[in-house]
DNA sequence: TCTGGGGTCCTAGGACCC
DNA sequence: TCTGGGGTCCTAGGACCC
């Protein structure tokens, strides 16, 4: 079986984790530069917030006092699920962390009449532990697995816990379970599927499987198959990230080419260090520009453009050199831009980069990638410390807007500013 | 005035090969 | 005038997840 651990509305029981007068107060948590509500309690929920909505939008609740908000402190937030995920471990005998709340326990081998208390006391540990409510559904597929969730933290009754495991349970859970809830089906395809008279989970699996292949290609015919018991989604292996990307929106638009070339050196730099953490180098370098697409009265742009190098590269100069070029190529002025991005792709291991024959840039790539060594050395604050010239200084704000962040409970005024 | 960030996988179509 | 059949690889875009 399949247990999926899941925090409850996470960034707020974080947040409420180390504030316990938030406990039973609506409360949002936005994204970055205050944008957005990323996060809801279950009072927000009930006034009728929805996930998305943008912040200026509910101000009105903040200022009547009806609605507390925060801005999102993920160092916070990752601390506190590497707490949960830590706990989870210790009972399971294989731990998918799916993402920053939530994660799948292979319980293949444990007994499954003994698999509610373990997964009650591991509620109830975890709560104790690390202030996190959690709920945890179980069922024999990864897909209804989720659904089980769903019931657990809709039910009171359920105590946080629970268990599809017949044909009869299955039967009735997918009966009671909305087309839209279904893990693997979005907002574009819920529609369609209710358009042609399927309206529930149980309406979905009674249709043929060419029906859903015709519609929806081979994943939809997985999700049919998880909801009926038939393990179709894989386990997750672990290799590591085929791309990584760094991308921000900015407080305020940008039109000059030196302050883009500020931010995207940054977020080059930041992708550079990301995949030397992991040991990798990446063949491609990407960057995207986009101009705001809200505002109709603006001229509107959406390049990007991607750069391949000769050989893998993870060193902060390379990666910086070449997502610079490809700013230079897409660069228009007259454009206001409210967000700019690096990708990179092709990733390989560190450790098997293909060489080329007649390499002459062999000697610069290798002192590029001793600076790079250097800088992470120094650079263990998280801040630029140590960086090139086309990258901000870390005395300067990340131009973030922040303006209701909690505090740093879980790191340190030292941890920020120790230098090796 | 103000609207997030980071991923994976699949598919269709074009370019190219013999 | 007549103009095949079968394959691979790459890419961009779409859809989905959190």
Same mark, same amino acid.
């Given at each position: ?74 160092? $916070? ?6 707490? =949960? ?6 009972? &399971? %005998? *294989? @731990? /998918? ?76 859970? $997918? ?6 809830? =279904? ?6 395809? &819920? %529609? *369609? @599927? /209710? ?226």
């Amino acid at each position: 079986m399949y247990a999926l651990v899941d925090c409850n509305n996470f960034f707020v029981s974080c947040e409420r984790a180390f504030q316990p007068d938030l406990e039973g107060r609506p409360v949002v948590v936005l994204s970055n530069n205050d944008g957005c509500v990323v996060a809801r309690s279950n009072e927000s929920k009930a006034m009728g917030i929805k996930m998305g909505t943008p912040y200026f939008k509910v101000k009105y609740l903040v200022d009547q006092g009806k609605l507390v908000v925060r801005s999102s402190n993920y160092t $916070l937030y990752g601390d506190l699920s590497a707490r =949960v995920m830590s706990l989870l471990s210790e009972v &399971a %005998p *294989k @731990l /998918e962390v799916y993402s920053i709340d939530e994660a799948f326990m292979n319980m293949d081998g444990v007994n499954d009449a003994s698999l509610p208390g373990i997964c009650r006391d591991l509620i109830r540990k975890i709560r104790r532990w690390t202030g996190i409510p959690v709920s945890i559904g179980i069922a024999p597929t990864k897909t209804l697995a989720k659904v089980a969730n769903h019931f657990a933290k809709k039910y009171k009754g359920y105590k946080g816990v629970c268990v599809i495991d017949t044909d009869e349970k299955i039967r009735k859970a $997918l009966s009671l379970t909305p087309i839209d809830d =279904v893990w693997g089906v979005g907002w574009r395809g &819920a %529609p *369609k @599927l /209710e358009a042609a008279g399927v309206k529930t989970a149980l309406d979905f699996v009674s249709r043929p499987a060419e029906w859903i292949r015709d519609r929806m290609g081979v994943i939809g015919v997985r999700t049919w198959s998880e909801l009926q018991g038939i393990r179709m989604v894989e386990e997750e292996k672990n290799e590591k990230r085929k791309s990584i990307c760094t991308s921000r929106s900015f407080a305020s638009n940008i039109t000059d080419l030196d302050e883009l070339t500020l931010r995207v050196s940054d977020f080059a730099g930041k992708c550079a260090e990301k995949l030397r953490k992991e040991g990798t180098a990446a063949g491609t370098v990407g960057i995207f520009l986009y101009t705001n697409r809200f505002r109709e009265d603006l001229d509107q742009y959406y390049p990007s453009a991607s750069v391949r190098l000769e050989v893998p590269a993870s060193s902060s100069p390379e990666i910086i050199g070449a997502a610079l070029k490809a700013l230079r190529y897409v660069y228009k002025p007259g454009f206001e831009y409210k967000k700019a991005g690096v990708i990179v792709a092709d990733i390989v291991d560190a450790g098997s980069i293909q060489q080329v024959l007649f390499d002459f840039d062999g000697q610069a790539r290798v002192r590029d990638d001793k600076i790079s060594e250097v800088m992470d050395k120094v650079n263990t604050s998280g801040r630029n410390v140590l960086r090139l010239a086309t990258q901000r200084g870390g005395h300067y704000a990340d131009g973030i807007r922040r303006d209701f962040c909690s505090g740093l409970y879980t790191t340190s005024w030292n941890d920020l500013i120790q230098v090796r």
